[in-house]
C-alpha cells in the first residue's frame, strides 16, 4: 500500500519533470505526453526487463493515466518560461523514491544486495537520462555534480536497514531522505565529486 | 495469414528507409544492414519484450533476410543521391502497419487498449527514432509536424474499431489507411501541431 | 568453464575500456563505474534480453563486482593521459571474446545459426556503442573502420565451426582470433570498407 502510493507518487513527479523540459524545449502536447511517459516509467521498465517481472504499467491504465493527466496539467498552466531549478526539485524527489522502489523490488523478486541497489540507480537516474537524450541536453550524469552518488546512498541505505531488520516503513523513509536530501544538498549548494586529474592538452578520444 | 504479409511488409518498409538513411549518411555495405535491421525490427522487439512475448525475428531467419535484402537492394541500385523524400514515404506506410500490428498484438496479448495503443505508437515510431538516432540526424519526434499524433490516430482507430466488434480485416484497414493517411498529409502538405508558447530568451535547460 | 573464464575476461576488459573512457572525459569515480558497468555487461544484457534468458548479471554480485574493481583500478593508476589505443586494445580483445560468447549462448538457447551470429555481433558491439554514446564521443559503427565487420567474421566463424562438428576450444578458438584478428588489423592499419558513393551536394537527411 505505502509502496502504491510511493510508486504513482514516483511516477508523476518524474512525468512532470518530463514535461517541464518538453515546456522547456517548446513541444507540442504529444510530445509533452511522449517526455511525460519516458520519464515518468523508463526506469522502471529497465528495471522490470532486467529482473524478470512483467513491466509494471503494462497490464494496466493507471500509470499512463498519471503521465498523461501530468503532461494535460504542465500544457494548461502558462508560464512565460519554467525555470529549470522546477524541473530539478520534481527530478530530486523522483530520484529519491525510485532509488527506494527499485531497489525493494528487486529485493523481493531475489535479487542480491549489491546488484538490487543497482536496480534502484537504474530506476532512479534512468527516466531522468532518456529525458534529456529526447530533449537533446547534455544529460547530469555527465557533470561532476552528485546525482548518480544521491541515488547509489538512498539505494544502499534501504539495502542495508532492511538487511539489518529495520521495519520497511523505517527503511523506506530512510533511504528516501538520504537520497532525496542528498540531491537537494547537490542542486541547492553545488556540491561535486572530484574529477580524475589528467592533462587536457590532446584531443578526447 | 493477413497479419504475417503485414508484418513481413512493415518489417521490408522500414529496412528499406533504413538503409536509404545509411545511402544518404554513405556508410558502409555493414553499416547498410546495421541500420535496416535496426529500422526494420527495432520498433516489434521494444512492444515484445514490454508484453512479455518471445522477440519475433529472435527464433527465426526470415525477418534478418528480409533486412538483408533490403540492404542490399539498396546499395546495388546507385543513384545519384537518394531523395529524403523517398525515405520519408517508405518511413509513413511502416508507419501506419506498425501502428496497427503493434495494437492488435498488445491486445492479442491481453494488455488493455491504453497500453495496446501506446504498443502501437511504439512499434510504429521507435525504429525510426533508432535509425535517426544512429544517423546522427535530429529525430522527427523532436519537430512540431505530425508523426507520433498519426500512430496515435492510426493504432487508435484500430482498438475503437476492434472493440466495436469490427472484423478484424476491416479494423486493420482502417487503422492502416487512418495512420498512414495522416502521416502522407503531414509529409505532403508540411501540418504541424502547436506548439507550446513561452519565451525563448534565456538558454535552453 | 571455459565459457565462464571467457565470459568474465570479456566483462574485464569491456568495463577497463569503460573507465579508460570514462579517465579520457574527466569523470568522477562514480561515473567511472557507471562506464565500466554499462560497457562491461551491456552487451550480454541485450542478448540476454532478446533470447529470454535470464540477464546474466542480476542474480549474482560477481559482474558488478569486477565492473566495480575495473574502475577502481583505472581510477587508481594516475596516467598523465590515458592514449585511445589503449582503450581500442582493449576494446578489440572483448570484441573477440563476446562476438563468440554471445553466439554460443544464443545457440546454446536454440536460436537459428542467422539470428545467434547477430546475437553475437550485438554481444560484442552494443556496450562500446554505449560507452561511446555515454561519453558523448561519435561512434565508431558511424565511421568505415571495420569494427561491427569483424564481430561478423568473428561470429561467423564459430557459428560454422561448431555446425561442421569442431569441438567447442576449437571453435571459440578459431572465433576470437578471426574477430580479434581482423580488429587488430583495422586498428593497426587503419584497414576500411568501401563506403557508398554518392553525391553530396544537398544537405543530409
Known amino acids: ?15 512532470i519533470s518530463g514535461a517541464l523540459a518538453a515546456a522547456r524545449a517548446g513541444q507540442t502536447i504529444v510530445t509533452f505526453a511522449l517526455f511525460a511517459a519516458v520519464t515518468g ?24 493515466g498519471v503521465c498523461l493527466i501530468a503532461a494535460a496539467a504542465v500544457w494548461l498552466v502558462k508560464v512565460e518560461r519554467w525555470p529549470l531549478k522546477t524541473l ?22 531475489g535479487v542480491p544486495p549489491l546488484p538490487a541497489i543497482v536496480m534502484g ?15 537533446g541536453v547534455p544529460s547530469v550524469i555527465l557533470r561532476p555534480e552528485i546525482y548518480v552518488f544521491a541515488a547509489v546512498l538512498g539505494a544502499s541505505s534501504f539495502a542495508l536497514a ?9 527503511a ?34
Open 121 to 135: 540507480v537504474l530506476t532512479a537516474c534512468f527516466g531522468g537520462i532518456l529525458r534529456d537524450v529526447l530533449a
Open 162 to 170: 532492511s538487511s539489518v531488520g529495520a521495519p520497511t516503513p523505517v
Open 1 to 15: 500500500m505505502l509502496t502504491t502510493i510511493l510508486d504513482m507518487a514516483g511516477v508523476a513527479v518524474f512525468a
Open 41 to 64: 516509467i523508463g526506469g522502471g521498465t529497465l528495471r522490470d526487463l532486467l529482473i524478470g517481472a512483467p513491466v509494471f504499467w503494462v497490464g494496466r491504465s493507471d500509470y499512463l
Open 88 to 109: 530539478l526539485w520534481f527530478d530530486a524527489v523522483g530520484l529519491g523514491a525510485y532509488a527506494v522502489i527499485g531497489t525493494s523490488k528487486a529485493l523481493a523478486y
Open 172 to 205: 523506506t523513509a530512510l533511504g528516501f531522505i538520504i537520497g532525496f536530501g542528498v540531491r537537494a544538498l547537490a542542486i541547492a549548494r553545488g556540491i561535486s565529486l572530484p574529477s580524475y586529474r589528467q592533462d587536457d592538452s590532446d584531443s578526447a578520444p
